[in-house]
Every structure is written in structure tokens, then in C-alpha cells.
């Protein structure tokens, strides 16, 4: 079915707190939205990497957003699981980027996310977006903090295979990770298929804590 929303999507805002977050978390919705949407632009935010987590932060923004009529994508220098200590100066950064975006929706991290840096990115996002549609996306993880998502986004069979593809071709430097398999994604994303209660084999899950139409 085609992607319908109350209001034409035209500027999209996507929030990580690490390389692969995005991609992880909402990369299938992107595929989908920019093959069903015109004129979508993005503005791809991951806050923290190393020389070589943004190489492959770069890499991944580029192959989701192939579609996209434009795009701008920034890798910031925060410390990796310091978040909640670097506080200050990233709500900062997140005041500089409300006053050079208005997005019509915003994929950022779960508010339950066990990982430190996880929870303060949503905590900054609700803080900072009053007047926006915030869908927060999931990150499966060794805390085993998954839960029950209230709205699904379902994907086709191809676009489950570029996801996973794109996600395992880009982040070399995390293969050596227990989680982060091709099994694991497929895994979660047939789950979140089963869930979403359609035609659907499979879907991306998401928290909606409001929508306004």
C-alpha cells in the first residue's frame, strides 16, 4: 500500500547516538519512505564516532539515502558511553539544530533503551521537538531491553534485504559482536511481521508516545 500520512512527508530528521544506530533501528522505514514519498529531504544525525565508526557512519547514510532529493548528514566527536557526562554540551547542540530544523517526523532512540547514550538522545529529542511526530525505533542488545512497539512500519522482502545488507556491508568493525548477525535482524524484523497483524512478513517496530492529527 502506498505510504500515507495526514500531511505530505517532506523533511525528515533521523537521531543516533552511535554509528549502525539509525540504520539499525530505522533503516527498512527509510527505504520505504523515500521509494513512496517525492521530495523527501533528511538531516542524519549520529553523535558519536571515532575515525573509523565515521567513516562507516558516512557510508551507511549513503546508502540509505540514496533517494533522497537532499541530504545532510553530520558525525559529531561526543565520547562513546559518556553521554549522560557530556550532557550539557550536547543539549547544545540540540538547541543549534532547533533553530536550522523543522522536521515533519523524527526517528530517535527508544525512551526505555538500557544504553546510557541511548536514553539521553531521546530525553533531548523530546525536550528539544514540542510540535513534532517523534517515532522512536529499537536497538536489540545483550540488556535484552526490547519492548512492546504500538505502531509497525511493514517492509517488503527486498527492502528487509538491503537493510541487512547495507548494515553488515558498512559496519565491518562491528562483526565481532555476539548481537550483530544477519540472524539477528532478520529475527526482529519477522517478529515485528507477525506483530503488525497484515500481509506483511515482515516490519520495523516503533514507540508513538503522541500523535496528532
Known sequence: MPWKWPHPIRRVLCLGAHADDIEIGCGGTILRL?????HVEVTWIVFS???????EAEKGAR?????????SVRVKPFRESYFPYQGGAIKKAFERLRDTCDPDIIFTHYRQDLHQD?????????????????L?????????DLGN???????????????????????????????????????????????????????????????VW
Request: aromatic share 14%; proline share 2%; net charge positive.
Open 34 to 38: 523515500l521509494s513512496e514519498a517525492q
Open 49 to 55: 564516532a571515532n575515525k573509523q565508526r565515521k567513516a
Open 63 to 71: 546508502c540509505f539515502l540514496e533517494s533522497a532529493i537532499a541530504s
Open 118 to 134: 541511548h536514553r539521553l538522545i531521546n530525553e533531548l529529542t523530546w525536550n528539544t521537538f514540542r510540535n513534532h511526530l517523534i
Open 136 to 144: 522512536e525505533y529499537e536497538i536489540p542488545k545483550y540488556d535484552g
Open 149 to 211: 512497539p504500538n505502531m509497525f512500519v511493514q517492509l517488503s522482502k527486498s527492502q528487509c534485504d538491503s537493510k541487512v545488507r547495507h548494515v553488515m556491508e558498512c559496519f565491518k568493525s562491528q562483526r565481532g559482536k555476539r548481537w550483530f548477525t544477519e540472524d539477528t535482524f532478520w529475527a526482529l524484523l519477522r517478529l515485528r511481521g507477525i506483530e503488525s497483524g497484515r500481509t506483511s512478513k515482515y516490519a520495523e517496530g516503533f514507540f508513538c508516545r503522541k500523535f
